[in-house]
């Protein structure tokens, strides 16, 4: 794990617009899945910043996801979503469209007292989100607590 920090730290290091965008967003892919949710929103904020085309709106619908399901932050986490649909990318646009959509659902559920259960795909898919990304979670409403 030390020898991946030192190249993400490297790459981040050096400001070339494509490696340290991809260094951060990877970061905070890292972070995600360790459950370290701060350091993941630093690290997907820092390559929303670097405004790169391909990975500014990827790393922008996963801030938003965090933002959603880990904090409960809707208004933050529909900004996020925004960066991703005001992008270049197509791709993102259409994941942050549906990330969007599926948030608001979800928090007017909530409102209502229903909740939902995470579920994650079983496998690694990679629609939408490139190579090497995360599984997909779907919500499940469940019947009232």
């Known amino acids: 794990m030390a020898g991946v920090m030192r190249a993400y ?11 340290a965008a991809r260094a951060r967003f990877n970061l905070g892919t890292l ?11 630093a ?17 922008a619908v996963n801030l938003g996801f965090v933002l959603f399901t ?3 932050q809707v208004e933050q986490a529909e900004a996020a979503f925004q960066v991703a649909i005001n992008g270049s990318d197509p791709e993102q646009a259409q994941l942050g469209r549906q990330n969007l959509a599926a948030m608001r659902q979800l928090a007017a559920d909530r ?18 989100r490139g190579r090497g990304s995360q599984r ?9 607590p």
């Open 111 to 128: 409102r209502r007292g229903l909740r939902h259960d995470g579920v994650e795909e079983p496998k690694d898919l990679s629609v939408g």
């Open 43 to 59: 690290a997907y904020q820092g390559a929303i910043e670097y405004r790169h085309p391909e990975i500014g709106p990827r790393a």
């Open 9 to 19: 730290g490297a790459a981040i290091a050096s400001r070339h617009p494509t490696h």
């Open 136 to 144: 997909w979670t779907a919500w499940v409403r469940r019947d009232r």
């Open 70 to 72: 880990e904090l409960g």
């Open 31 to 41: 972070h995600q899945q360790r459950g370290e949710i701060e350091l993941a929103l």
